[in-house]
């Protein structure tokens, strides 16, 4: 069979056929330590480290931390964290903050060559004079400045002598280009703020443009790739490698490919940071968060994280992949390996009336049917069980195949019960139902009576041994499928108000034991994890997601 490459792939195949030494492949991931990673970074952490994983190339991990103003050190140690969670290793960690003094040179350079100048106008007159795609722009009259008053000036910027916005350096490029972006750029700017790598020695700080592709060619990336909305950038990113760069040097190739996004989120860490700052939810790793902290805590595995950006793939156009993909790869993977479990969320009594009063018994349950290693767990059982209250019904029709009066169900793990009574309260709501038991259809015994067909089989907790826990069920945070792509309104208008539940549960005794992080499914439920805020005396579950899609179908 042909293996099927992505077009990132050809590019790189093309360029190895045309005389590019394999040795000379190198990739870079590109972070800026403002915010967490979400979902649409693990798409570019998988495009970057299976390229150098396939072309057995060093992947870089650089931090573009050029902006003080919104960079912080535990965004960084967050990043590092994700990355290696996800299961990559980088082979280089670097900061373009190591290369403020180089960069500094260079724009020197630019400088001296003439391609470069410092404007004194205020931001808002060099926006005016920056025409429209269609327009020209109009020179700033510091434009043909000596070059040695832009010298001074530049250098004396950096020295700390003007306040923010008082001059700025411009590339001198074109102010008619048809790239609104060539139309003499602004290139360093002055900042005066901490940063948490260079602290107080730099007031002076590149821009995007001016600092990523330079960074990329002192680290000689082969391929920097990044997402489409750069592509416009791709002109001012050759401009400025061809000011600097070596001719006997690599020079960096930038490529893009579509961005990800996920139905019914936001992938914008300014977005998920404006959610948190209004308090919609209770931070970065909120389990409702599309970041991969928030997904880990919710219970997603790095496997099904992956295997959810493999199968969205590498597009050239962008698009928004269903959230239901998502749920599917963690369904899928959990299934392999959580084990199995029986907890009760919305719990009504079972009261067998044929069961000696006062005994216990100790059952036998699977722990994963799908992988026999797994091995068995004990579950205790005994006269009174909780059930879910939606698995019975006084009287229904056949599509029911759960408990009614008169007619006999599974319990898991346990023997076949018959209902045969329902106690209610005043409002007449069932508090209590009574059945019977047969106890020659104990789960694992070969007897003509465990042969008997019945119609369904429902999970339960013995009342005696079961613990109490908090479930978290979450529901999606956007109430509309794309909520930041609405022209006339804003994505903030859209969140959903009732993305928490918080459920008192039953369940068994064995997750009495469970560790912060672990993963089970709840048989007929779902799969779950326990939450970090679990302590001593509560135990607390993220619902990861429904055994199904859809809560309604459950059953029937
Ligand atoms: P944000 O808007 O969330 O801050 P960003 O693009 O500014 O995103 P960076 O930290 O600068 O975030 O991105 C690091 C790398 O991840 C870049 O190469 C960027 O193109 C890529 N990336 C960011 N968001 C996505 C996404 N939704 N899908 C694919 N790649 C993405
Ligand atoms: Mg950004």
Redesign the pocket.
């Known amino acids: 069979m042909k293996e099927s490459k992505n077009f990132i792939e050809n590019i790189i195949d093309e360029d190895l056929a045309s005389g590019l030494d394999q040795s000379l492949l190198k990739f870079r991931?590109?972070?800026?330590?403002?915010?967490f990673?979400?979902?649409?970074?693990v798409?570019?952490?998988c495009?970057n480290f299976s390229l150098a994983k396939k072309y057995k190339a060093p992947v870089v991990l650089r931090f573009?931390d050029t902006n003080p103003v919104k960079e912080e050190q535990q965004y960084i140690d967050a990043i590092k964290k994700d990355i290696s969670w996800l299961g990559f290793k980088w082979d280089e960690e670097r900061f373009a903050s190591d290369y403020f003094e180089q960069l500094y040179n260079w724009a020197l350079e630019l400088i001296k060559n003439g391609k470069a100048y410092v404007d004194s106008q205020s931001s808002t007159l060099m926006a005016e004079q920056k025409g429209t795609p269609t327009s020209p722009g109009e020179n700033s009259i510091y434009r043909d400045r000596p070059i040695e008053e832009n010298i001074r000036l530049f250098n004396e910027m950096r020295q700390g002598v003007y306040a923010e916005g008082k001059h700025v350096l411009r590339a001198k490029i074109s102010m008619n280009a048809n790239n609104m972006l060539l139309r003499d750029p602004v290139i360093y700017r002055v900042i005066k703020k901490e940063h948490p790598r260079t602290g107080s020695n730099w007031v002076v700080y590149p821009l995007y443009d001016w600092a990523h592709g330079e960074s990329d060619y002192i680290e000689q990336i082969s391929h920097s790739?990044?997402?489409l909305?750069?592509k416009p950038h791709r002109e001012l990113y050759n401009w400025f490698l061809k000011q600097i760069a070596d001719p006997n040097k690599l020079k960096p190739k930038q490529r893009e490919?579509?961005?990800?996004?996920l139905s019914y989120t936001v992938?914008?860490?300014?977005?998920?940071k404006n959610l948190i700052d209004q308090g919609h939810v209770t931070g970065w790793d909120d389990p409702r968060m599309p970041t991969v902290s928030g997904l880990r805590r919710r219970g997603y595995t790095p496997e099904s994280l992956q295997s959810f950006v493999n199968t969205a793939g590498v597009a050239k156009r962008d698009n928004v992949i269903d959230v239901s993909l998502l749920e599917f790869c963690v369904r899928d993977h959990l299934n392999q390996v959580a084990p199995r479990v029986m907890a009760v969320l919305d719990p009504i009594k079972l009261n067998i009336i044929n069961y000696p009063e006062g005994k216990d018994e100790i059952l036998m349950g699977e722990n994963n049917p799908e992988d026999e290693s797994a091995g068995i767990r004990e579950i205790p059982f005994s006269r009174d069980l909780y059930i879910e209250r939606e698995d019975f019904r006084e009287e229904a029709n056949r599509k029911f195949f759960r408990l009614t009066l008169g007619k006999e169900v599974r319990l898991k793990n346990a023997y076949f019960i018959t209902a045969t009574s329902c106690e209610k309260d005043e409002n007449g709501e069932i508090t209590v139902i009574h059945c019977t038991y047969d106890p020659l259809t104990k789960s694992g015994m070969d007897t003509e009576e465990s042969k008997r067909k019945v119609k369904g089989t429902l999970h339960w907790v013995s009342v005696k041994h079961a613990v109490k826990a908090e479930v978290r069920a979450y529901d999606r945070l956007f109430l509309d499928e794309a909520p930041d792509s609405h022209k006339d309104k804003d994505y903030m208008e859209f969140v959903n108000p009732n993305s928490l539940e918080v459920i008192t549960a039953f369940v068994e005794p064995s997750l009495q034991t469970a560790t912060i992080g672990e993963r089970f499914q709840f048989q007929r439920l779902g799969y779950f994890c326990v939450d970090k805020d679990t302590s001593e005396n509560k135990l607390v579950f993220n619902r990861t997601v429904p055994l199904r899609d859809s809560w309604t179908k459950m059953g029937e």
């Open positions: 991931f590109p972070p800026e330590p403002n915010g990673l979400h979902i649409g970074h798409k570019a952490i495009v573009d790739l990044c997402t909305e750069f490919f579509a961005r990800l996004n992938t914008s860490k300014r977005k998920l």
